[in-house]
């Protein structure tokens, strides 16, 4: 079945390590993001994607680092200066050039620093 | 900038009922669209609704309808004859024609709570 993989799902980390979260998709979309969610809050954007070998941040990127070396891969790292990282973080993948098309989302990954 | 406001933080609704969640936002770009997602507990993002700035008509989607007023800029979700299954919370998105990197900007969103 056609769809978005994150994992792990769930994610402890010590305060000062960095983790990276995955991303896979095999629905051949261009377009891939990051969000991040807090309790009881909207989404917002950290990084996107549009073509692999091209990212450009979004709107909380600090603390994040991404990489799109393959189009069906976006992993995301959540480093040590990054001051508040306990959160969700939703990846997304959309079909190129069709820009009213909607986000295709993953389960999300629940991250918690100890 | 675009900006998208939920001004009803928690709801609740009678099984079987209809309900209202509302949704404004603000674009200079006459060019835009609007959606709405449902996500469960379990986290998820469900699509349910698109509306494009210059569609004639409303959306629908089964138990799903758009009221989308422009005039007013707003683009509230109906969803008629509620079930358990609806309780959830309930996002407001938007992209603009001129956004480069085609990504949603969200609102707030509205917890529903749907009674048995």
């Known amino acids: 079945d056609g769809g978005i993989t994150q994992s792990p799902k769930y994610l402890f980390r010590k305060e000062g390590q960095n983790v990276t979260l995955s991303c896979e998709q095999n629905?051949?979309?261009?377009?891939m993001y990051w969000y991040r969610q807090d309790p009881g809050q909207g989404l917002r954007l950290i990084y996107y994607?549009?073509?692999?070998?091209?990212?450009q941040k979004g709107d909380i990127a600090e603390g994040y680092s991404v990489s799109r070396e393959k189009k069906e891969s976006f992993p995301l790292t959540v480093t040590s200066a990054q001051k508040n990282p306990t959160a969700f973080y939703l990846c997304a993948s959309m079909t190129g050039g069709v820009w009213s098309g909607e986000l295709f989302f993953g389960e999300g990954s629940r991250l918690t620093v100890l | 900038a675009q900006k998208i406001t939920q001004t009803q933080p928690g709801m609740f609704v009678q099984e079987k009922e209809a309900v209202t969640l509302d949704c404004t936002y603000d674009t200079s770009d006459p060019s835009y669209g609007l959606f709405w997602y449902k996500q469960p507990s379990s986290g998820e993002m469900i699509f349910l609704i698109y509306q494009g700035s210059y569609d004639q008509q409303n959306a629908t989607e089964g138990r799903y309808s758009l009221n989308f007023q422009k005039a007013r800029k707003s683009a509230n979700l109906v969803i008629s004859a509620s079930q358990l299954g609806d309780s959830a919370m309930y996002f407001c998105?938007?992209?603009?024609?001129?956004?480069?990197?085609?990504?949603?900007?969200f609102g707030g969103g509205t917890r529903l709570m749907v009674k048995p």
């Open positions: 998105a938007m992209r603009d024609y001129n956004n480069a990197g085609n990504m949603l900007t």
């Open positions: 629905l051949n979309h261009d377009a």
């Open positions: 994607s549009q073509i692999v070998n091209d990212f």
